[in-house]
Nanobody, 124 residues
Framework: QAQLVESGGGVVQAGDSLRLSCAPS????????MAWFRQRPEKGIEFVAG????????HYAGSVEGRVTISGDSAKNTVYLQLNTMKPEDTGIYFC?????????????????WGQGTQVTVSS
């Protein structure tokens, strides 16, 4: 059964950069876009960044805009998240997900494939 698998998480210091990757495993996945979400300690899951394959349009949460870049390969349904100038409040589990939605999809319920998540810890 196809699933998404994230990699690249780890422990970094404030101000460092990190690049997360996400790719399908166990089969192919068709989507109109993909996104990264995160779950910070004692908080709900939140949208971080998304990419629409048509035109490779990207959109970001206000809390990370300017520090985060999402990119990907629509043919492979792979997506990356470049995190720069990281802060302790970026600590959390980062998930990638894919959607058949056509607009700027940011609600978790609109994504049909999810990865298991990768832990990112930023120390001060």
């Amino acid at each position: 059964q196809a699933q998404l698998v994230e990699s690249g998480g780890g422990v970094v210091q404030a101000g460092d950069s990190l690049r997360l990757s996400c790719a399908p495993s166990g089969g192919s996945i068709i989507s109109n876009g993909m996104a990264w979400f995160r779950q910070r300690p004692e908080k709900g899951i939140e949208f971080v960044a998304g990419i629409k394959w048509g035109g490779s349009t990207t959109h970001y949460a206000g809390s990370v805009e300017g520090r985060v870049t999402i990119s990907g390969d629509s043919a492979k349904n792979t997506v990356y998240l470049q995190l720069n100038t990281m802060k302790p409040e970026d600590t959390g589990i980062y998930f990638c997900a894919s959607t058949m939605g056509l607009g700027f999809v940011e609600s978790p319920g609109d994504f049909n494939y999810w990865g298991q998540g990768t832990q990112v810890t930023v120390s001060s």
